[in-house]
């Protein structure tokens, strides 16, 4: 088990957890807690509840035990800030305007923690923000505590409350110990709301202390699909910009097709190392979650307090060759996530409908009573986990976007639309191969069926079920999807 930070280390770092600001605002009424556990480039298949044959996560499963998991969570968009804004806005990427790492955030932008703030809970944000490196103290908060863009695992620099302090210790833990100091700070009777944003477990992976050789029994090696030179995909995902593992064969390293100026050579066993060293970070998240709960249930405010763990976007471990995101296939869209919270949700609950990132902010507000701050695009999913399902409008489809370096919200790379059984991808700029794949007999999406005639008419019956989500969510990009109809 990792260390906790101890008592006296603590008191070395002096302004890295204060002044935590109290506050006088009155709630119109008392609504529960919000804590939210965000982490980064987490897929969902790397936790004991999601499945995976290796990975013992007690705590975090505990969520989902004591709780629900959604067996079915997908992202707007898979990259971390606009991920993260569509976190906090209840709206897509092209509605938000942060549709790559590299815009500044817009303060004007309401959010579930400004809306909070205003109905009177304590906000605070601890840890990744990202959002073009933006160094600034936001508004909405009553305690801030950021790095600038991804920051380091070890010694982070952060900006507390305005004040730039150098700290000493692991990214994960110091985290985890703001965050338990901040929910101490707070008056009785006053709700609270953390948002507490892990680096872990995004690259380069420094693994948590405690775990540095975790898992060394564990065999990893890249899929199949890795090697498999796939005429199906747009050219960007079949040789641009992915690592190259070196099969053993000479033979096999020359049919490598991935470039070599721009690949990474790796020989399996490294490869296996980094993917170890991946879960070794996200270790240091299971033991903070664990100190969390026993932080929250000392203060007797666990029964009141809706815990919501996620991942920012999912992440290819080698499948289709892949490794990172953006690309719209299962391993990229799909996240975990869990909720708890003893008084409002039933516990033991395993989801399976359509859920998204934008539905985070309005189902928040609908769980503490406070009114959205603006219109948004997701919808809140409380009915579904309070017990009234019947209420909850559920998906049949459900829209994915994404935007390269040269792309706008009018000219995007890739807009997809996954159903319960298939998925379309139009990859657009620059124009591409249009993908489809069957996620019932083909769940690894590794036969795309828009390369067969045959399928024209669903291919079509999809792009028109695309453009009605499309016009409903007001995307500029409709009418580039209307001109594939018609090409």
């Not at 006296?8 to 804590?35: E, K, V, Y």
């Not at 935007?403 to 995007?412: C, D, N």
């Not at 792009?463 to 580039?480: T, V, Y």
Request: proline share 8%; net charge positive; with cysteine.
């Amino acid at each position: 088990m990792a260390n906790p930070i101890t008592r006296r280390r603590l008191l070395t770092l002096g302004a890295a957890f204060g002044p935590f600001i109290r506050t006088s605002r009155a709630a119109a009424a008392r609504g529960p807690n919000f804590l939210f556990l965000l982490t980064d480039d987490q897929s969902y298949a790397t936790l004991g509840l999601t499945g995976n044959p290796f990975m013992k996560t007690p705590n975090i499963d505990r969520l989902g035990r004591e709780g629900v998991l959604f067996t079915n969570t997908f992202v707007t968009m898979s990259l971390c800030a606009p991920s993260r804004a569509c976190n906090l806005t209840g709206l897509y990427p092209h509605a938000n305007g942060i549709y790559n790492n590299q815009i500044r955030w817009n303060q004007r932008l309401p959010t579930v923690m400004t809306a909070l703030h205003g109905a009177g809970y304590r906000t605070a944000h601890i840890g990744k923000w990202h959002m073009d490196g933006d160094d600034r103290l936001q508004p909405g908060y009553d305690y801030w505590a950021a790095q600038i863009g991804q920051g380091q695992y070890v010694d982070p620099r952060k900006n507390i409350n305005g004040q730039w302090v150098d700290l000493k210790g692991y990214d994960t833990e110091l985290i985890t110990e703001q965050a338990i100091q901040f929910i101490r700070s707070n008056q009785p009777g006053q709700p609270f709301a953390c948002w507490m944003g892990y680096k872990a477990c995004h690259g380069p992976f420094t693994p948590a202390p405690g775990y540095e050789n975790a898992f060394a029994d564990v065999e990893f090696k890249p899929p199949a699909s890795y090697f498999i030179d796939d005429p199906g995909k747009p050219q960007r995902v079949r040789g641009k910009g992915r690592a190259t593992v070196t099969r053993p064969t000479k033979k096999a390293a020359r049919q490598a097709r991935r470039p070599a100026a721009q690949a990474e050579a790796m020989t399996p066993k490294q490869w296996g190392e980094r993917e170890r060293n991946q879960y070794r970070c996200l270790m240091g998240v299971e033991v903070s979650v664990g100190r969390l709960l026993a932080a929250l249930e000392e203060m007797k405010v666990a029964d009141d307090t809706i815990i919501v763990f996620a991942g920012d976007n999912g992440f290819f471990h080698g499948e289709h060759g892949l490794h990172g995101k953006m690309e719209a296939y299962e391993e990229s869209l799909r996240v975990p996530m869990l909720a708890r919270c003893p008084r409002t949700i039933r516990p033991g609950q395993r989801v399976d409908a359509f859920v998204s990132n934008v539905d985070l902010a309005p189902t928040i507000l609908d769980f503490c009573g406070v009114k959205q701050p603006q219109p948004m695009q997701g919808r809140s999913w409380r009915p579904l986990v309070g017990g009234q399902p019947g209420a909850y409008r559920r998906r049949d489809a459900f829209l994915y976007e994404m935007f390269g370096a040269e792309a706008t919200p009018e000219k995007p790379t890739v807009k997809a639309l996954r159903t319960e059984r298939y998925k379309l991808i139009l990859n657009l700029n620059p124009p591409d191969i249009e993908e489809l794949y069957d996620l019932k007999t083909d769940p690894r999406e590794m036969m795309n069926l828009a390369l067969d005639k045959g399928n024209r008419d669903l291919v079509a019956q999809l792009k028109r079920r695309m453009l009605e989500e499309m016009r409903a969510l007001a995307d500029p990009a409709a009418p580039l999807v209307e001109a594939t109809l018609k090409a």
